[in-house]
């Protein structure tokens, strides 16, 4: 998972593509009043279906695939406090109402269980300061993780956070993990979706992510959600439905309401959108970000009248650049 904004530049958390958008509101060109006005009824379509909403009994014991086609808003269903000192690169559910999280930043990283309802953090494992945390999942008893602009990884018993093993993987880089319970889903900044054998550590098989005829770039924090892959795309309000059969993105779910909603209410120093966990016993699917302090526990819902464009416009990216400080 990437690790926002601070990677480009370490002394400032707001979204440099967030920037560039405030920037771009002094422009009186054409394009720049396009683009606005597109973001802004991107902005009135998903609150408007969020305002709507859907019955959560309705999403009881349901895959929200069967009722998410294409482009998917969220109604938010709870909420939940999040340490807003917690630069979250890797999210899952535990199970008991408990989550596991990685966190980011040299000197900060760290792995964590945190209790849902609460936020609070009940085992904690601080990494040492030359790593950066990233991806996190859950296979059997053992926590895996990888680290950013390394090939390197750990493995920790879930019981307590005790690392006992170091491993390296074949990625160009460390973004994000995920499990189905067999293999594991690996992503590192790129249009690629690994598929990992958790014995060897080695690339079983990898597939180009791609939607329509766009390659998929800053593929980050990835989630398995009933035989999908959920992924954020780094520095967009965009999550990625993809087949891991072949890589192909089968739907969008856009959340700034979110992050917009927190800017609203004051939260002027969060960074992107970032952290996708699904609790397949009750169908409850969170998401957060990075410095977000909130979690929301999110039903999908269908935007019905997609405007034209607005997946180019909002999720794809050019390849991500960077380089170890």
Known sequence: MAGGSLR???NKRSSPKLQAYMASASSSSPSNYRKRFLFFMVFLV???VGLVGISSSMWTGLGFAEHCDQICSANVVNEFP???GAFTQGLLYGGNDTLFESTGLYGQSSVRKVALQTGKVQAHY???DSYFGEGLTLLGERLFQVTWLENIGFIYDRNNLSKFEKFTHQMQDGWGLATDGKILFGSDGTSTL????????KVIQKHTVKYKDYEVHRLNELEYVNGEILANVWET???ARISHEDGRVLGW????NLRQGLVAAGNSKIDVLNGIAWDS???RLFVTGKLWPKLYEIKLQPVSQPIHGIIEQMCIQRPAQFGKP
């Not at 690994?194 to 550590?201: A, G, H, K, R």
């Not at 779910?253 to 700034?256: E, G, H, Q, V």
């Open 8 to 10: 480009k530049k370490p």
């Open 46 to 48: 998903v609150s408007a």
């Open 82 to 84: 999040h340490d807003p």
């Open 126 to 128: 601080k990494m040492d």
């Open 194 to 201: 690994y598929q990992i054998d958790p014995q060897t550590l």
């Open 237 to 239: 309000d965009c999550i």
């Open 253 to 256: 779910i856009l959340l700034p």
């Open 281 to 283: 016993e009750r169908n």
